[in-house]
């Protein structure tokens, strides 16, 4: 079955403790992407990777790592968390945007991270 | 500015009563108009792409079609397993980044 998963679903943490959000696909895509969803803010781009060691940010990347050594993984790295990074994450994989023009592909999200930082 | 505006931003109907919801959009060069249904507890569910003014799409009771300015998905005979937040997402080929609205929340009451 094409999926996203991520571990773990939920985490609760303090201030200060360092913790990674995994995920993997096994679609074979070259696009991964993060993200974070806020009531009233909708969801926001963290960082994304158009393929393996190739990385760039996204919308609020601040406080947030990530790296890609593998075509099927991305994970999300908090080095040093703050309350102001609990939120619902999810992470999504898609074919490259696609043509000479920059096109958009369908993306398929992960169940999500619900990330309470205490 | 790159902009995603939904609306409503909740919507309430009967089962059977027909409706649409609206994403309104501002972008400079847009690169993929792209509609999901989102469940509580879920990761959002991909259910269209459009590309250009004109083109619509269908997939069983629901029809999304899309304009220069704005894009509408229209829910025909609605039936209370549609109840889900419905999230529009639109690339910009000006910022190279996908941008999502906020969603409309649909409630279909039996």
């Known amino acids: 079955e094409a999926q996203v998963t991520q571990n773990p679903r939920y985490l609760i943490t303090v201030t200060g403790k360092k913790l990674t959000v995994t995920c993997s696909q096994n679609?074979?895509?070259?696009?991964m992407s993060w993200y974070r969803q806020d009531p009233g803010l909708g969801l926001r781009q963290i960082y994304y990777?158009?393929?393996?060691?190739?990385?760039d940010k996204g919308d609020v990347p601040e406080g947030y790592k990530v790296s890609r050594k593998e075509k099927r993984n991305f994970p999300l790295i908090l080095e040093s968390p703050s309350p102001n990074q609990t939120s619902l994450y999810f992470c999504?994989?898609?074919?490259?945007?696609?043509?000479?023009?920059?096109?958009?592909?369908?993306?398929?999200f992960g169940p999500g991270t619900r990330l309470t930082v205490l | 500015e790159d902009q995603v505006t939904q609306s409503p931003e909740a919507l309430r109907l009967q089962e059977g009563e027909s409706s649409s919801l609206n994403c309104s959009y501002t972008?400079?060069?847009?690169?993929?108009l792209f509609w999901y249904r989102q469940d509580p507890g879920k990761g959002p569910e991909f259910l269209f792409t459009?590309?250009?003014a004109g083109e619509e799409k269908e997939k069983e009771r629901l029809k999304a079609t899309l304009t220069k300015k704005e894009s509408f998905l229209h829910i025909t005979a609605p039936k209370p397993e549609d109840s889900a937040t419905y999230l529009c997402?639109?690339?910009?080929?000006?910022?190279?980044?996908?941008?999502f609205g906020q969603g409309t929340t649909l409630q279909v009451k039996p």
């Open positions: 459009l590309y250009s």
């Open positions: 999504a994989s898609s074919e490259p945007p696609s043509g000479g023009v920059f096109y958009y592909n369908e993306q398929f």
């Open positions: 997402a639109v690339g910009s080929s000006n910022t190279g980044k996908l941008i």
């Open positions: 990777s158009m393929n393996v060691e190739v990385t």
């Open positions: 679609m074979n895509h070259e696009y």
């Open positions: 972008v400079s060069g847009l690169r993929g």
